[in-house]
């Protein structure tokens, strides 16, 4: 066997030995062959001044192509480099099915068995419709923290007049909400851990924090949040990486003693002190009675 080896590495190296002196041997031969078929050709061009011209348009052409194309490089190489610090992974634009599902599929796996914390406005488009992107993700998950709109606030009212779709109202977005806390009382029947608050002032900014990975977008006034465009942020060790903001608003929103906790089960609004402490408690106001789907 060793022999066999030793014979195909010799024979390697002298068909190389051959096949260099074969390329340098033809090489004169090749070079006057090309040589001499330039020449016919230019012959025949040379005095031609539209062909000529034609060239030179081309030639300038390709060279502006050229170089717009590596002035766009650099540009990229730097707008991605400015990506990767501040930590965005991917962005997705709501009329691009394949982004919707690129995007989901990255928040269930990214939610399942973790823990979840959410901030929205109704929750309906986002858990409770079947289709949503966390309906099944927050029946997987292992907690969950969830920041909605207070039905009664004015923020919920104003909220749903910015809204330019046709039936939207105050209350068509307080039954969405109250759907959204039916379906958190059934998860939380199910010994989930699901805890809830309710904010008054208008949305700002619909935030999941799924692991590593925040996915994010911006309440505008006058447009549907689902319109927006949705931002992933993945955490990183960079200083300028913006998921550790983003993770902090979350996290202050949470613990603001202005904002109660809703008890899913008492139908009670639970203010706390800094400390976490219970300082009272407060029977949740009406709202409308949600409607058979």
């Not at 907690?143 to 606030?153: Q, V, Y």
């Not at 900014?205 to 689902?226: N, Q, T």
């Not at 993770?247 to 906790?261: A, K």
């Amino acid at each position: 066997m060793q022999t066999l080896r030793n014979i195909s590495h010799i024979a390697y190296h002298i068909a190389v030995v051959v096949l260099s002196a074969a390329v340098a041997l033809s090489l004169p031969f090749t070079v006057r062959f090309v040589a001499e078929k330039f020449l016919a050709h230019w012959a025949l061009v040379e005095n031609e001044k539209v062909f000529l011209v034609s060239i030179e348009i081309t030639s300038a052409i390709l060279l502006i192509l050229l170089f717009n194309a590596f002035m766009r490089g650099l540009k990229s190489r730097k707008l991605l480099k400015a990506a990767g610090e501040a930590g965005l992974y991917s962005m997705g634009r709501a009329d691009r099915r394949i982004d919707r599902t690129r995007l989901k599929a990255l928040k269930e796996k990214n939610g399942f068995g973790r823990n979840i914390l959410l901030i929205g406005s109704t929750g309906f488009t986002t858990f409770v419709d079947p289709s949503a992107d966390l309906h099944r993700v927050l029946q997987k998950c292992r907690e969950a923290k969830i920041m909605l709109l207070d039905p009664l606030s004015e923020g919920a009212s104003y909220r749903s007049r910015s809204i330019p779709s046709l039936g939207v109202d105050a209350e068509h977005f307080s039954r969405q909400i109250m759907k959204s806390i039916e379906f958190l009382k059934m998860l939380k029947s199910k010994q989930k851990d699901i805890r809830l608050k309710l904010y008054r002032d208008v949305p700002f900014l619909k935030l999941a924090v799924l692991g590593d990975y925040i996915f994010l977008r911006h309440y505008h006034p006058g447009a549907d949040v689902r319109s927006m465009p949705e931002y992933v942020f993945r955490h990183g060790r960079s200083p300028g990486c913006l998921y550790n903001p983003f993770y902090q608003y979350f996290l202050d929103r949470w613990h603001d003693t202005g904002i109660p906790e809703y008890d899913l089960e008492t139908d009670e609004l639970i203010y706390r002190d800094k400390a976490g402490n219970e300082i009272k408690r407060e029977a949740f106001g009406r709202w409308p009675q949600p409607q058979p789907v």
